[in-house]
């Protein structure tokens, strides 16, 4: 039987390494075209690319780790590498945002003047067209999880990146020589913020944040409607990677059997784990019994 622990095959791992494979393309590209026109706006991009492939190969292998069976040592499954992956990739966005950031400063206080040309212009636009297209396929997909969502805030982010770039080489052309430079500074200030953003989602997961209080009451309104459950008495559940583990307790009569309690625990068990956020249910019986 396969292991319930771990979300069923999807498109994530497809997504990702396909991502990681244009990413690689679009690296080489922008450090050709930077060592042709010195672009700022290039720079970025490329060193938005290089964040891109450490980024896409560290989710790629998280991925692969998270849909491990679980093992002696691992009794939960492997669910914890996909935030781990994501918060790595949110540390690398840090560290390239400012280093964005310090460029186009540096790019700035010398007035260098780039050579923006038909090819920069090329590179952005094909960057920014792959991307609205990766981050539809990714909205419209089934799949969830931290690899899906980190791809989608890079996705996201080269989109507004590559908008940004795209008119700062307009306005470069309109004889504002400062732009290819000054638009680089939001870039990687945007970078930065998404990276930050992230790294707090993930570090939530694997923290075991509770989740919210709708999450909480479609748990405890699927362990009410079993037959046989008179109230939920306590309800906790926790983050353990992307998905939570429950446990909650149920009253039923005290004139039930033990096999009678057995089996609506095992209900209610069945009907919380239905849902997509739940990976385990832990069920407490006790008795409405004085």
Known sequence: MPDESQPAPDRANLIVRASLAANALFLVAAAVVYSLSGSQLVLAQGADSLMDVAAGAILAYSVAVARRPRDEDHPFGHQRAEPIGALITAVLAGVLGFAVLRS?????????????DAAVAWLLGAKM???IGLLLVIWRTRSKGPALDAARVDARNDVLANGSSLAGVALFHAGFTWADAGLALPVGAYIIVSGVGL???NLALLMGESPD???LARIRARAAEVAGVIRVESLRAQYLGPRLHVEIAIVVSGDRSVTEGHDISVDVQRRIEELD??????????SDDP
């Open 104 to 116: 186009g400063v540096m790019a700035l206080w010398a007035a260098e003047t780039p050579r923006l």
């Open 129 to 131: 067209m792959f991307k």
């Open 199 to 201: 790294a707090l989602e």
């Open 213 to 215: 209080d709708d999450v």
């Open 277 to 286: 956020e739940v990976v385990e249910v832990f069920v407490h019986v006790d």
